[in-house]
């Protein structure tokens, strides 16, 4: 259980950018991490990730096994099993194709097996629907995976390599999901500083897992059926402190991360303007990037308006999100992600934040803003949100939850 | 190649036992049976698959022991094919990147009826669809879901009572499906090198077709008949008895194929009418002569059919 103390370079490797989108940047950082054991399944959006590590393999710029699963349920049990065969794996998936793996997706976490997935995130059926919406990923908010969101193709990118890290250290132990928001981050292009093999290497230890499935290291029986009485509870308190343990390991890995590569981030929130902010917009993903314009637009008019960016939810930042929103007089979340029948109508990010402020000594007017169903949202959505939130704090607001996009009447 | 016999009497089987001690199945399982041969013949670089099912449930205990001498891991009721999948491609992809040493490696899944043939069909199917050696694929088939409560699966046979399809006032017959024929199925699959049936009887035909199903050079697949006294409600000292029935009345056909090469490995001379096998078992005990003889006469179709692969040496499909 000791710590991983990489050596940091001497000089920082400074690459040429390239011009990639996520699902290209994605594949690019998992060839330089090593990894050998791939299940593909296609489904929009994320699909293209697996176009792009198929070629590479076909064309020989790294040497990886990569199987055509017949399913989500079968991609996931690949990898499940080839990563407690200690193979570093990858795969991934997208709205219902991650209902269809719910199973091994499950039971990945449970067994501790440290495998790292992406999400391009989609609307789940019926109807069928490529826009994009948080419910594929949250469906996996309560099983013990590690679930960090990206808001640029680089931070993708980087988020990939540092999963891995995190996933596998021995003081976690638990898989990884890095969900891209689909299509504004699977599909849209933009310079990318690639993670070189060197800095992949001296950064991220070889994966060796702590009892192979493998003769090598004698018969060890995995995941028997057991009497509830005999270890129920503990397993499940196992999958608790890992989770717990991991929000020191993250830190850590981001520090290393910036030693290695000289790209700096904060572990767990991005806060712009929080400093002397009366109002908050809290959200993830890459409409983090519309919503920092409206805050700074909003800040040249005079309305102390700020920033926070979640990096994951699970483990979910708590106690840095409480900080960050001390002295905040009204704050919004702007989600993608829905609870029908859920207190009050809100959505799944806010039942988090607002668990969290109710810990808080101080707590600010929470107001819910909802784009649900896939529908393309504006800067002017944004906007009006916001102008909303600034609103609530000098006049009580007639609603906790907005459906910004929706026709018709929002009941 | 295959037509290798690696055990040729009782006494040349090896006394070391891969599947032991520390397991609560039920008395004269069939299942518990046939794991202790197969593990025995596969040896000791073996892996073992296990989804969900009685040899998962059953072969766990109260008290955390474990009955396998060699590592085993569970996976999902549908994830047998896939999983050897997952841990074949890792074994080669370590070794060829030189992150392990070379070396031959059993892969093997104790999937039962509805691990295979229903909820993981799909998933084995692709299995087969791969070229790993030393990949197999056993069906455990006891033609139910027991350690559910004896639920008919695709492979349990016509006439079955079982807790899903019992027999009753209107519907007197109880399963009406016809059983699935699942190494049919793994010798449709063009990549896979060995299929074969086998059943306890004769005594070392199970173990020679494991051996030579992990020495054919690619995925292969035995479908294994094994009695179940709780779901086929007989007699837990009469398991053996009823693998031999079950082959000497015809109702389970040995066959293998080897490369695509097909081989009839018994035939029974004179066939038994198919009441003796039906008979001691409590799930037919409803049907009625005339039940019986239709079940004997659907054997007798049946066989013109494995004859006719005997004669051409190659598969013809009797359905």
């Known amino acids: 259980m000791s710590a991983i103390k990489p050596m940091p370079p001497v000089a920082i490797e400074k690459p040429k950018a390239k011009v990639w989108n996520g699902a290209r940047a994605i594949a690019e950082t998992v060839k330089v991490a090593d990894v050998d054991v791939i299940a593909a399944y296609p489904i929009r959006p994320y699909t293209g990730i697996m176009n792009a590590l198929a070629s590479m393999i076909a064309d020989g710029e790294f040497t990886a096994d990569i199987i055509v699963a017949d399913s989500e349920h079968s991609q996931f049990e690949v990898v499940k099993h080839a990563s407690a065969v200690g193979a570093r794996v990858f795969a991934g998936s997208s709205g219902v194709g991650l209902a269809f793996a719910a199973e091994p997706i499950i039971v990945t976490a449970l067994s501790q097996l440290p495998v790292v997935a992406a999400i391009g995130t989609r609307a789940l059926d019926d109807p069928g629907n490529f826009g994009m919406e948080w419910s594929d990923a949250l469906m996996f908010r309560d099983f013990g995976w590690l679930i960090s969101w990206a808001k640029t193709v680089q931070e993708a990118a980087d988020m990939t390599l540092v999963a891995y890290r995190v996933a596998e250290d021995r003081r976690v132990l638990l898989p990884h999901f890095i969900a891209l928001d689909g299509a504004a981050i699977t599909h849209v292009a933009t310079p990318v500083v690639p993670v070189t093999k060197q800095q992949a290497t001296e950064f991220l230890p070889p994966y060796r897992p702590p009892y192979r499935i493998d003769p090598q290291d004698g018969p060890v029986t995995k995941a028997q059926h057991i009497a509830p009485s005999l270890i129920g509870p503990e397993e499940r308190k196992t999958i608790d402190v890992a989770q717990k343990r991991s929000k020191q390991v993250i830190a850590e890995a981001w520090k290393d991360f910036a030693k290695y590569t000289g790209r700096e981030y904060t572990p767990f929130l991005e806060t712009i303007g929080m400093e002397d902010a009366e109002f908050a917009l809290i959200g993830m993903g890459a409409y983090m990037k519309d919503l920092e314009l409206v805050a700074s637009r909003l800040r040249s008019k005079g309305h102390k308006v700020g920033t926070v960016r979640l990096r994951y939810v699970r483990p979910f930042p708590a106690e840095e999100l409480i900080n960050a929103l001390g002295g905040v007089k009204a704050a919004g979340v702007i989600e993608f992600g829905y609870s029908f029948g859920s207190p009050f109508g809100t959505g799944s990010l806010y039942h988090e934040v607002a668990t969290s402020l109710y810990e808080a000594d101080a707590k600010p007017t929470l107001l819910d803003f909802l784009f649900l169903g896939g529908r393309e949202p504006t800067v002017e959505h944004f906007t009006q949100l916001a102008e909303k939130v600034i609103e609530s704090a000098h006049k009580k607001p007639q609603k906790k939850t907005y459906w910004l996009t929706l026709r018709g009447e929002d009941i | ?319």
Not at chain 2, 75 to 88: C, F
Not at chain 2, 235 to 256: K, Y
Request: aromatic share 10%; hydrophobic share 40%.
């Open chain 2, 1 to 319: 190649m295959s037509s290798q016999v690696a055990f040729k009497n009782i006494k040349e089987i090896p006394p070391v036992d891969y599947y032991t001690s520390g397991r609560r199945t039920c008395a004269g399982c069939g299942p518990a049976l046939g794991y202790r041969i197969i593990s025995k013949a596969a040896g000791p670089n073996t892996i073992f698959i296990g989804p969900t099912g009685c040899m998962y449930v059953a072969n766990a205990h109260q008290f955390l022991t474990s009955p396998y001498a060699v590592p085993w891991h569970h996976t999902q009721l549908g994830g047998g094919g896939a999983a050897a999948i997952g841990v074949a491609s890792a074994l080669r992809t370590l070794m060829l990147k030189g992150k392990r040493k070379l070396e031959d490696i059993n892969v093997v899944v104790m999937g039962g009826d509805g691990a295979m043939a229903d909820i993981g069909f799909s998933g084995l199917s692709m299995g087969l669809s791969y070229d790993y050696q030393r990949l197999l694929y056993i069906i455990y088939d006891n033609e139910a879901y027991m350690n559910t409560g004896v639920q008919a699966s695709s492979t349990t046979p016509w006439g079955a009572t079982t807790t899903f399809t019992p027999a009753g006032k209107v519907k007197p017959i109880g399963n009406t499906r016809l059983k699935k024929n699942m190494a049919l199925v793994a010798a449709a699959h063009p990549k896979v090198k060995y299929v074969a049936t086998a059943t306890l009887w004769p005594p070392l035909d199970l173990m020679n077709k494991v051996h030579r199903a992990l020495n054919a050079g690619g995925p292969t697949l035995i479908h294994v008949l094994l009695p179940c006294p709780k779901g086929w409600f007989t007699n837990p000292s009469e398991t053996v008895d009823l693998s031999r029935l079950a082959v000497e009345t015809g109702m389970w056909v040995l066959w293998e194929s080897i490369e695509g090469q097909f081989k009839l490995n018994y035939r029974p001379k004179p066939r038994k009418h198919v009441r003796e096998y039906l008979a001691p078992q409590g799930r037919f005990s409803h049907l009625k002569d005339e039940d019986m003889e239709k079940i004997d006469k659907m054997i007798e179709e049946e066989w013109k059919f494995w004859e006719e692969s005997a004669k051409l040496g190659r598969l013809v499909v009797p359905y």
